[in-house]
């Protein structure tokens, strides 16, 4: 079954644990994504990927790192978590080709730092 | 930068009734995608419609159809013969293509969440 998975899919953690939510797909797709929602914000990016060792910032990369070593995997690293770091994360992922594109969301990671 | 407004935090509508979800983008691009995502209790984020901005027809799939205003940067969903399971939270997101390939990166409006009524 085609799908993009997640783990872990709920986190509790403490202030400056380090962390790291993986994130998989089996589609083959070239580009990858992490969003954050947030209530009355939507969805916002974090950081993308377009293939594997090219990443480049979203429109709220602070306090994140990501990397792309492989193709399938994209895992958001978050080196020293905060309160306002807590949130329902995202990854995606899809082919980049018109006019079929469409982006395949993960299950959700819904972390909490207190 | 692209934004994407939706105006109303919450709808509802009567079991086998209609509604419209309103929602309007800002982008100076001419060729871009825009969707309709849903976003049950489950928090699964599914696609429910697509439309491409160079296409004049409106999009369509089964009961969900979109009214695309391409001059007014409108994209409003309407929701035919409403189901129980229509309920959940609707995002309204952009997405820039240049040469047929995406940029792939979506920018969502805030949400519409979607009450119906037995």
């Known amino acids: 079954e085609a799908q993009v998975t997640q783990n872990p899919r709920y986190l509790i953690t403490v202030t400056g644990k380090k962390l790291t939510v993986t994130c998989s797909q089996n589609?083959?797709?070239?580009?990858m994504s992490w969003y954050r929602q947030d209530p009355g914000l939507g969805l916002r990016q974090i950081y993308y990927?377009?293939?594997?060792?090219?990443?480049d910032k979203g429109d709220v990369p602070e306090g994140y790192k990501v990397s792309r070593k492989e193709k399938r995997n994209f895992p958001l690293i978050l080196e020293s978590p905060s309160p306002n770091q807590t949130s329902l994360y995202f990854c995606?992922?899809?082919?980049?080709?018109?006019?079929?594109?469409?982006?395949?969301f993960g299950p959700g990671t819904r972390l909490t730092v207190l | 930068a692209q934004t994407v407004t939706q105006s109303q935090p919450e709808m509802s509508v009567q079991e086998a009734e209609t509604v419209t979800l309103s929602c309007t983008y800002d982008?100076?691009?001419?060729?871009?995608?825009l969707f309709w995502y849903k976003q049950p209790p489950s928090r699964q984020m599914i696609l429910v419609i697509r439309?491409?901005?160079?296409?004049?027809q409106n999009a369509t799939e089964n009961r969900f159809s979109v009214n695309f205003q391409k001059a007014a940067k409108s994209f409003s969903l309407k929701i035919s013969d409403s189901q129980l399971g229509d309920a959940a939270m609707y995002f309204c997101?952009?997405?820039?293509?240049?040469?047929?390939?995406?940029?792939?990166?979506?920018?969502f409006g805030q949400g519409t969440i979607l009450t119906v009524h037995p």
């Open positions: 982008t100076s691009e001419s060729d871009y995608y």
């Open positions: 589609m083959n797709h070239e580009y």
């Open positions: 439309q491409e901005a160079y296409k004049q």
């Open positions: 990927s377009m293939n594997v060792e090219v990443t």
């Open positions: 995606a992922s899809s082919l980049r080709e018109a006019p079929t594109d469409t982006q395949y």
């Open positions: 997101a952009y997405d820039d293509y240049a040469g047929g390939t995406s940029y792939g990166k979506l920018t």
